[in-house]
């Protein structure tokens, strides 16, 4: 196996994950090659018009490219994007083409070596992305998917006119490299981001707007995003080396603003890699990451209830099989022991209860899941 193959091969084993933006399921092709080419003309510091003349110029079941530039002087560049797990006609796939196509630096062209315009392959990649689902998660069920993970192969090459795809090897690669692996692969996308960060009242001042969101995000949103792949969300939190990529809450709070993207609630950013984007911190929703009793628990803070039901925590157990419990505000106090909390439990089909009452403390919450709910007997009280 080639050097251009083995890097390919090395690329598919551990595709590059994007947590944001989620990409449209309609769309998710084109927006990809939009987004390589603005990262690939903005790290070769190419000329503003080369920004204006992006135009989309194929899209199919499993491909898309886009193109920008005038002439081969000035220098004429594609990006392919392939869906990798789907199949095309003619029993073409995705992740044939890519792995065919994004060879480097050999081009890719059908006729003659007179009348063909092949491709200089500069710089290639494979993301593994997020697709929105066609519901907000304010309206949808409790078995709704709420986003799908793709796996997309991307290339970005320079067009070679006529009469030189015979004899690349011997020719310059056009306007963005001067030899065959002179192209270096594209650096780190620095996406400029501020911070708007304030208590969840704040961002949400409507009393009855806040009960929607505060119940969406706990029983719905993230019951489910954690349960579309257990496994990321515990490694990602409670990696091998004990040293998560980043910290807990701020990763909490970047779901959250994926929850209002995907809820409507927001709009998403046009142009993270152009632009910059806004990250909305809600300063009073938190999680850390704890192990209990030889359980591993990701235990989710949330704002304040204000209305029962409303959950005061989330916890994530694994043990080792996946269980989600919460600590519901209740209706009514308790004559003289102050607020209390009612322990339920979020499975993928209905919502259990099982009638354990303590107050909003953390400590008392978790020595009610991990003594009073005994794996998987409802204890009767």
Request: charged letters at 20%.
């Amino acid at each position: 196996m080639d050097n251009a193959n083995t890097e390919i091969e090395q690329m598919l084993a551990k595709p590059e994950y994007l947590a944001t933006p989620v990409f449209s399921r309609d769309h998710y092709l084109s927006q990809v090659t939009y987004a390589m080419m603005g990262r690939f003309l903005r790290a070769t510091n190419q000329p503003k018009e080369k920004f204006d003349q992006v135009k989309q110029k194929h899209v199919d079941a499993y491909s898309a490219c886009a193109m920008t530039g005038l002439s081969a002087r000035s220098g004429i560049f594609v990006v392919w994007a392939f869906d990798l797990d789907k199949q095309g006609v003619n029993g073409q796939s995705g992740l044939g083409q890519f792995r065919e196509r994004a060879k480097r630096p050999e081009t890719n062209a059908a006729g003659t070596s007179s009348t063909q315009i092949g491709e200089w392959v500069l710089v290639r990649g494979v993301l593994r992305i997020q697709t929105d689902s066609p519901a907000s998660p304010l309206e949808m069920s409790q078995q709704y998917q709420l986003c799908q993970l793709k796996n997309v192969g991307w290339y970005v090459a320079g067009l070679v006119p006529p009469g030189q795809a015979s004899s690349t090897a011997r020719q310059p690669a056009p306007a963005a490299a001067s030899a065959p692996h002179a192209a270096p692969p594209l650096p780190p996308e620095k996406i400029q981001i501020r911070e708007d960060a304030r208590t969840f009242r704040e961002f949400y001042p409507d009393a009855a707007q806040r009960h929607i969101v505060h119940y969406a995000f706990a029983h719905r949103y993230l019951p489910q995003y954690v349960r579309q792949n257990p496994a990321a969300f515990f490694n990602h939190n409670f990696p091998a080396d004990a040293k998560p990529t980043v910290d807990r809450t701020r990763f909490l709070q970047s779901r959250w603003m994926t929850f209002e993207e995907r809820a409507e609630l927001i709009e998403p950013e046009k142009d993270i890699f152009g632009s910059g984007m806004v990250f909305r911190r809600v300063t009073d929703l938190t999680m850390d990451a704890l192990k209990v009793d030889n359980r591993a628990i990701a235990l989710v803070c949330m704002p304040a209830p204000e209305q029962h039901v409303e959950a005061y925590f989330v916890a994530v157990v694994l043990q080792p099989e996946l269980r989600i419990f919460t600590l519901e505000a209740m209706a009514s106090k308790t004559s003289g022991l102050g607020p209390l909390g009612v322990v339920c439990e979020s499975m993928a089909d209905r919502r259990q209860n099982f009638g354990i009452c303590v107050p909003p403390d953390r400590d008392a919450f978790l020595k009610a899941i991990i003594e009073g709910v005994k794996p998987w007997v409802n204890p009767q009280l």
